[in-house]
Each structure stands twice: as structure tokens, then as C-alpha cells.
């Protein structure tokens, strides 16, 4: 804790001590009336009063209430943590001292309240007795509201003041005719409270907005929130409000411009609520991951944990956040110093144990599973993530166990019920596989679940002709694993098993990002709309270089077509495909330029266009203005080289090496002509464009009379055909080596059909062939 929260945490317990006057370590009512009183000596307030007040604080801090004692000091702190008023001026108001401490103004960010990721708005302690009167009629209006709503949904027969809030579902129906008459006196009720002094008017319109949003009428809270700020703009605490109720309805744009314009205000000098940025940088950082602008939530979830270093949900919230963008060692650090903090945080437990099982550490991913599972039995997120660790383990039964305890909390969740399946079928129930499978066509319609049945059936068909158990895999091998010196192309066409395996690789890499969706002449459009102030590295040079957040905007704009969780893992496979490389010290800026230019291959457009807008790339980072439409070559050789790095990591630079090192220190200038060589080199270049081309287009085509002979799926795409003993290979087969284990042989050639057509006219070419006494090599 730092030195700064520690006084404030001191001064608190001065507080509590002052008014816990039985020293039980707790205020019971008598002692929370007490304290209100004496917090605000300008008011005169009745019993009834004091008695709403006291009813609203013992409701909203529960959990922090022991019984017979009453509020606890932690409880307290969290009033003041949640900007139930100021610990400087009460301390002083009540002329309370520190022993032992010395004179410091109080700025220090404190932690939040716990709770997961939803928002909460922050009680305030009265200041004008104006607002008393007001908040007792709203009471009265929504007492009114939901009893005419209970009697309307026949609901039991109970006198309301026998229900406490808690117990009530608040789902109003605004389209009733009571509703309506509720927002006509709630109009009133407004009027007057403006009709008041600018202080008592803002503190009214305040209040009223904290009961709505407690009672979930979050438009009516903002409309509160709002007329709060034309009184005061500046003031950050109806910004703040206002954004909770806006993220509340849905509407997450507009509530982080709120967010934004409250952080605004606290730059304008006033400190007084400067407690609230902590909480004001995590609603932020939830409101951006809403958008799926994970960098930038990290950056102010970084920020609340900075202001307020115990605030553990803060730590929560950046350690999920840096697991969604891939950044796993610094996600390990801040869930583990979340669950430090807050040993029964389950969701922090569930989300360590994630971060672990990616770092492949699973007997701790496992042991953190269990105690999220431990603390709060039937976390489904825990039992899901623990199956799928169980599923990579090979642990098949224990896998769908944790499963079929998902289903249990979730029936309807058809992605439990599809990994259960597969479960089943690991474990050798093929029959109960099939029924988990038809339970999950009965929740959705995906494509992939339908698959996975249709080839449940083909694998259980070979199974019988083979003589095997349903259920049981074959333990003869059904395939061999050739070495690529044994694989050789018939015709120029066909592409090389090296260059297919790697073009496969990138081609999931499109299909996980979009960015096979993303048009090139709008990468062209966005780049040069892109104005980036020049950075200085430590290589001296001036680099139009930028921050991840700021790359993530960009992306966003790249990329407009995507729902928020799908922009998510995109930006979480490009962080660690691409920023990883060009950002290998850590410092968190990339050159956008490079970036431009590693993208442009693989998005939508033709070859031609692809090579252009690349090379465009490299002219635009060119900080001395370029020379006209050349580029430096050891910027060529440094693309190609990233190329290499991002696209094929494995790949050896071999004999080129020499070459490269001399470029690296050229100082000449090159063409596009020369450009595009250096491009389609198959060794140094990025050669394979022309092979993941040919995946793009080949993706869709689906050949119901061609399976492949090895995994028995129907072939998409390219067919690779053996010459001698005419079997078919899908692509992936092909590209892994894979052949059937009853067609040995020394070599295999192999001739790929991007159509059909294309394998009628090699086929009609034969026959022609043949007739005239000629040997046809296919």
C-alpha cells in the first residue's frame, strides 16, 4: 500500500473509531445516524431522514455488515472508496489528528468496491437538506411504480413493504400506462428541483438519477444525470454517471464519451472527487473491450491500478484483457497480483488458470480452475476452460464430465454440448457422441456441428468394414508420413508441399484475423489518411512509429464489418503474429509503415494491387519525403526479411545471407520493377503469394464426389491426385505428407485441379493421348 492510501485508510479508522462508541467493530444504526449527523452540520435532518439514509447505506454495503455490530471499518473505507464523501473533510470537520504522520493532502485513488464486470454507480451522503423532501416523494413514486407492476404480472398476493428490493426482478414494462405516469410526476419532481439554486438544484438532480439507476430505470437516470451536467459541465461526477447509465442501456459509444469527458473534467484543477479516476479508468476500459478495443482498455485498467495499487479488480480486469491481446507473461503477473490482493476472487482463479494453460503450465492452470470452482460451485466459465484443458491432455472422460457440469448450469450452451461430443468420441463412445451431437443441431444450426456428424458417420462406417468397435480408432495406421524428398509435382501448376504448407499457415491466420476480408484499396485509403508525428528510436532514426492502442483505432477502421468479440481475437492473433515482431524490445510502439506493408499480401485484392499498395507502404514511411518512386533497398530487404520473420518463423535464410548482410548497408534506391523481383523470389522473397492465392479462391469450392483418401472429409479446394495409383489428398493432407498406408511406394507424384474442369481437360488430354499409342503422365 502506499504511503498516500495509508493515511487515507488511517484517517477512516479515526473515523469508524470516533463513532463506533461500544468499540464492537462495527456501527450499528444508532452510531451510522450518529456520524451522519455529524458529517453534515448545515442540515437539519428529521428521524424519517435519517432513517432513508441509513436504510439506503445498510442495503447497498450488505456484505459488509455484521450482525448484531453493524457496519464494519472495511464497509466504511468502501463508502469513501466509492465517493461517499471526502476523507479529508470529514477528518478536519470532525478535528480528528494522526499520530505520527505527517501533513499530506489526500489525492491518493483508493480501491473500488469488488464486483464483477458490470458497472455500479457511487452512493453520495446528502449535502442540502433541499434534496431530502425529493428523494422521499421518488420513493414513493416507485414504491407506487412496482406495486402496480407486481399486480399486474399476478404475482403472489403479498403486501409490498414485505419485500425487500433485492428479493423484486426489476424489469419495468415502460410501454404501461402506470409507467407513464410515473415519467410525468418524475417530470415534476425535476422541474422543482431546478427551480432551486445552482448547488441544491445539482445535488437534487444527482440523487434522483443514483435511486433510478438503483432501480434500474437507467434512461430516467440519465436524463437526471444530464440536466446535472448543464448546471455544472465541469464537474466530473454526472459525466461519470451518466456513462454507467449509458453502457447500462447498451449504448457503449456514447458511454465512453461520457467516460473520456470525465476524465476531462478531473484534468480542470478541481481534486476534490479525485478518488472516482480509479473507477472512472475501469467503466472506461469495460466500455472500450465493449467495443473490442482491448489495447486501449488495458491502458486505462494500467492506469486504475497505478492510481490505486490495491485495487485488485482494476488488476483483474488488465490481466483478462492482456490474456484477449496475447500478452501472457504480463497477464500471469497482474491476475497473480490480483488473486494476491483478493485470495476468493473466483473469476481471477478461472482467468489465471486460462493464462497458465496457454503457457502450457496446466498443473497450475489446473489447481486454479479448482479454486474458482471451490469458491464458487458451478462456475461455468472454470468447468468449461478445465474441460478444454483436459481435452488438449487427451483426458477424454474427465474432459466431458467438466462438460456435462456446463450443461448442467446451461442447457442451452451448444458449444459445451459439441466439445462434450468430441469428448465422448476420444473416450470411444461413438454412440453417445452422436447423441451429444444431435443435442447440439437441436441448439444451432452451425455448419460445423452438422459436419462433424456427417464425418461421425463416415469414420464409423470404415470402422465396421474393418472389423473394429464402434467407437475405437483403428490401431493398424491407417496413413504414412512421407518425407518432401519423396513428393514431387507433376507440371509447373502444382505447388510444392513446402510453399502449400506455409500458404496453409497464413491462410488460417486470414481467416482468424478477417483481413482476407479487408478491401487493399481501403488499406491504401486508410493509410494515407493516417497523419503520424515522427518518434526518434534508439536507433536514432526518425520512424513514423506508433502505440498499439493507437494501431488497434486504425484496425478498428480496417475492419468496421466485425462484431466487438470477433474484432477481439483478431486483434489478438495480429499482436502476437505481427506486433510481436515488430515490436521485439518491448516498447510498445510498432512502425506503422511496416505494418501497412506486412498486412497488404494478404488482403483482399489481386496479386498486382497487393505488391502495389506493399510497396506504396514502404514509400510512405519514408521520412525525407522519399525520391519520387523509389524506395531505400535496405527498406526492401528489412520488409522481406519481416516477411520471412512473421510469415514463416521457421524458415532459414540459408545461402542468401551474405546478400542480405551487403543490402543492409546499400544506400541505393529501387524501382517497383525491381521491387516485384525481389517480391516473387522464391527463396528470399514471399513466393508463396501465389499459393495462398490459390487457397482464397479454391476455399468455397466444395467437392462432394472427391473425399480425401486419408482423413475421409470431402475435398474443398485444391485436389492433389497421385499419377500411379490415382488416389485423392485434400490440401492439408498433401501439405502434412500424409498417404494411404496401402499405397506404398518409393515416390509419389502428384498433379493439383483448382476445378473440375481443369482435371475433364487433363483427362480428355489423356485419353487423346492413349489412343494415339502415347504415355500420359497425370
Known amino acids: 500500500m502506499t504511503p498516500t492510501a495509508n493515511i487515507r485508510s488511517a484517517k477512516v479508522r479515526q473515523i469508524f473509531n470516533r463513532f463506533d462508541a461500544n468499540g464492537d467493530g462495527g456501527l450499528n444504526r444508532d452510531e451510522m445516524a450518529a456520524l451522519v449527523v455529524a458529517l453534515n452540520p448545515r442540515v437539519k435532518f428529521s428521524d424519517e431522514q435519517v432513517s432513508s439514509i441509513l436504510d439506503e447505506v445498510f442495503r447497498t454495503y450488505a456484505d459488509s455488515i455484521v450482525f448484531p455490530a453493524g457496519l464494519t471499518f472495511p464497509g466504511l473505507l468502501r463508502t469513501y472508496d466509492d465517493g461517499a464523501g471526502d476523507v479529508d473533510r470529514d477528518f478536519d470537520a470532525l478535528s480528528l489528528t494522526l499520530p505520527h504522520s505527517p501533513s499530506t493532502s489526500s489525492n491518493s485513488a483508493a480501491s473500488l ?80 428541483a431546478g427551480h432551486a439554486g445552482p448547488e441544491e438544484a445539482f445535488d437534487a438532480h444527482m440523487a434522483i438519477g443514483h435511486s433510478l439507476y438503483e432501480h434500474h430505470l437507467f434512461y430516467e ?37 461520457e467516460f473520456l469527458l470525465a476524465l476531462e473534467a478531473s484534468t480542470a484543477g478541481n481534486n476534490q472527487w479525485a478518488d472516482l479516476l480509479p473507477q472512472i479508468h475501469v467503466n472506461l476500459g469495460i466500455a472500450l473491450e465493449g467495443e473490442g478495443l482491448v489495447l486501449n482498455a488495458c491502458d486505462h ?149 452438422y459436419h462433424a456428424i456427417s464425418h461421425l458417420k463416415v469414420m464409423e462406417g470404415r470402422r465396421k468394414k474393418k472389423g473394429g468397435k464402434a467407437g475405437e480408432l483403428n490401431k493398424e495406421g491407417e496413413f504414412l508420413v512421407v518425407e518432401p524428398s519423396r513428393f514431387k509435382s507433376v507440371g509447373r501448376k502444382t505447388t510444392h508441399r513446402e510453399d502449400l504448407t506455409n500458404a496453409l499457415q497464413i491462410r488460417v491466420f486470414q481467416r482468424l484475423t478477417r483481413l482476407d476480408r479487408c478491401d487493399i484499396e481501403e488499406l491504401k485509403k486508410t493509410m494515407n489518411e493516417t497523419d503520424v508525428p515522427l518518434s526518434y528510436s534508439g536507433g536514432g532514426g526518425p520512424v513514423k512509429s506508433i502505440r498499439k492502442a493507437g494501431l488497434e483505432t486504425i484496425l478498428l477502421k480496417l475492419l468496421p464489418f466485425l462484431r466487438a468479440e470477433t474484432f477481439q481475437g483478431s486483434v489478438k492473433a495480429i499482436n502476437e503474429k505481427i506486433l510481436s515482431v515488430l515490436d521485439s524490445s518491448g516498447s510498445g510502439r510498432v512502425d506503422l509503415g511496416m505494418f501497412f506493408a506486412a498486412i497488404a499480401p494478404i488482403c ?47 524458415h532459414g535464410i540459408g545461402e542468401s545471407t551474405e546478400t542480405q548482410r551487403e543490402s543492409e548497408f546499400d544506400p541505393s534506391m529501387i524501382s517497383f520493377g525491381e521491387f516485384l523481383e525481389m517480391f516473387d523470389d522464391p527463396k528470399s522473397g514471399f513466393g508463396m503469394l501465389r499459393a495462398l492465392v490459390k487457397l482464397e479462391t479454391g476455399d468455397r469450392i466444395r467437392r462432394s464426389q472427391h473425399t480425401c483418401s486419408v482423413c475421409r472429409y470431402s475435398i474443398m479446394g485444391s485436389r492433389f491426385m497421385e499419377a500411379r495409383q490415382q488416389f485423392n489428398l485434400c490440401s492439408y493432407c498433401y501439405s502434412e505428407g500424409k498417404v494411404p498406408s496401402a499405397f506404398r511406394q518409393d515416390e509419389y507424384r502428384f498433379k493439383e485441379y483448382g476445378s473440375e474442369a481443369e482435371a475433364m481437360k487433363d483427362k480428355c488430354a489423356c485419353f487423346s493421348l492413349n489412343s494415339k499409342g502415347n504415355k500420359c503422365d497425370r
Open 301 to 449: 485498467y494500467r492506469e486504475a491500478a497505478i492510481l490505486s495499487p490495491n485495487h485488485f479488480r482494476a488488476l483483474k480486469l488488465l490481466g483478462s484483457a492482456l490474456f484477449g491481446a496475447g500478452e501472457l507473461s504480463a497477464a500471469e503477473k497482474a491476475l497473480q497480483e490480483a488473486v494476491f490482493l483478493r485470495p476468493d476472487y473466483a473469476d481471477a482463479h478461472c482467468d489465471l488458470g486460462s493464462v497458465l494453460h496457454a503457457m502450457g503450465e496446466d498443473e497450475r492452470a489446473v489447481q486454479e480452475f479448482q479454486k474458482a470452482i471451490d469458491l464458487k460451485p458451478g462456475h461455468v466459465d472454470a468447468l468449461y476452460n478445465l474441460g478444454g484443458l483436459f481435452m488438449d491432455a487427451g483426458r477424454f472422460v474427465r474432459a466431458s464430465e467438466m462438460y456435462a457440469r456446463v450443461l448442467v448450469a446451461c442447457p442451452h450452451n451448444w458449444r459445451a454440448q459439441l466439445n462434450k461430443a468430441v469428448a465422448l468420441l476420444g473416450a470411444g463412445e461413438a454412440k453417445k457422441a452422436k447423441k451429444a451431437l444431435k443435442e447440439a443441431l437441436k441448439l444451432t444450426q452451425r455448419t460445423e456441428v
Open 113 to 192: 468496491s469488488a464486483g464483477d464486470e458490470s458497472f455500479f454507480p457511487t452512493k453520495g451522503v446528502l449535502t442540502f437538506a433541499f434534496t431530502v423532501p425529493i428523494l422521499d416523494e421518488l420513493g414513493i413514486l416507485l414504491k407506487r411504480l412496482r406495486s402496480n407492476q407486481i399486480q399486474k404480472s399476478d404475482s403472489q398476493n403479498k403486501n409490498f413493504d414485505s419485500f425487500s428490493e433485492a428479493e423484486i426482478e426489476l424489469d419495468w414494462d415502460e410501454s404501461s400506462s402506470n409507467y407513464a405516469v410515473f415519467v410525468k410526476d418524475l417530470a415534476a419532481l425535476r422541474r422543482r
Open 221 to 257: 437516470a440519465l436524463c437526471s444525470f444530464r440536466l446535472a451536467v448543464e448546471v455544472f459541465p465541469t464537474d466530473l461526477r454526472p459525466h461519470f454517471r451518466a456513462g454507467s447509465a449509458l453502457y447500462s442501456l447498451g449504448r457503449r459509444a456514447e458511454a465512453k464519451v
Open 604 to 650: 483482399l485484392g489481386s496479386t498486382n494491387r497487393r505488391k502495389r499498395i506493399a510497396f506504396d507502404s514502404l514509400l510512405w514511411r519514408q521520412t525525407d519525403g522519399g525520391n519520387g518512386e523509389l524506395v531505400r533497398r535496405i527498406d526492401a530487404v528489412a520488409y522481406m526479411k519481416l516477411l520471412k520473420a512473421v510469415y514463416i518463423p521457421h
